[in-house]
């Protein structure tokens, strides 16, 4: 994806962002309609509603920029670039996926667009992408490094231990909290004694935003300023995007039947809906072209998968670090 540097978006901009963010909705969607067939072998987190944020912030990341994620992260691969007959097959556990299916949905990599994969442990990602970001600096080629976590992730002391060393450095670093309010079924109101995430980060001396609303623009807006102060130095920058998960922590489904949350606290994020509402940025025969050619590379993407072949038994102990 080209990156944007103008504070008003054109037509192509528009063009660029519903397609990004059209695409992960329908292929999640498509993921959820096949789950139950069994083709697809790994556990699903979805990001359903969520995805602006890494469509957003995306946007203003050139293909050398890196980027790291969670679980939940078809959405960050997906709108970095990823391939997604690999993405595909990965999920149906094929030799043609991008972890030759040994990865499956909370794996995804692609090196080819500095998708530097996921992590299913939490937090576990946040010092590799400091790691990677002490390289990229030593390098000095005017690289960033994106990376994205939920708000449980913030929970775990490795977090505060990189926030330091990525501060005390000035690393090219942007951490992306994706503050969905939940972890599994717990609500920050039962996990958090102060909900004041942005000072405590700022206590490291790190500049930060937040985004409340959900916004696309004001995401693409503030993420594209800090990713400015990266590349000219400034150090790492810290990003709170709140927003909320549509179906169940893992799965293909909805889950208000588990009793920790309610239809009605999640109707004002679906009214809010930034799919919909950047698509009525667009001529109706644009985005009518845009769907088509979208519901073609799902097609496409499903027949690699299933052609693909399985890996081969011999192959299992293979591509890994042990013998
Ligand atoms: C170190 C560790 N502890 C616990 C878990 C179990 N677990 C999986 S997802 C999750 C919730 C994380 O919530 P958050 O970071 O907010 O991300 P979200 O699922 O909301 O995207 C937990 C506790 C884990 N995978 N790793």
Redesign the pocket.
Known sequence: MEKTRQSTLSSDDYRRLYESLQRIRCVEERIAEIYPSDKIKSPI?L?IG?EAISVGICDNLNRDDVVVG???GHALYLAKGGNLNQFMAELFGKTDGCARGKGGSMHMIDMSHNILGSS?????HIPVAMGYAWRLKQQAKGQVIACF????????GVFYETLNFASLHKLPILFVC???????H?SIEKRWSQRNLLSKVAGFGIETAAVTGMDILEIHHKAGAAIEKLRSGSGPQFLECHTY?WRQ??GPNEDFDAGYRTRDEMAPWVANDQVARIAKKLDEGVRAQIDSQITGEIECAERFAEDSPFPKTQELWEYVYAD
């Open positions: 987190h990001s969520q969670t679980y939940r299913a442990v939490v937090s576990t976590f939920g708000d449980g992730a913030t929970e775990e994706e503050n969905n309010g939940l972890a599994i717990a998960r922590h893992v």
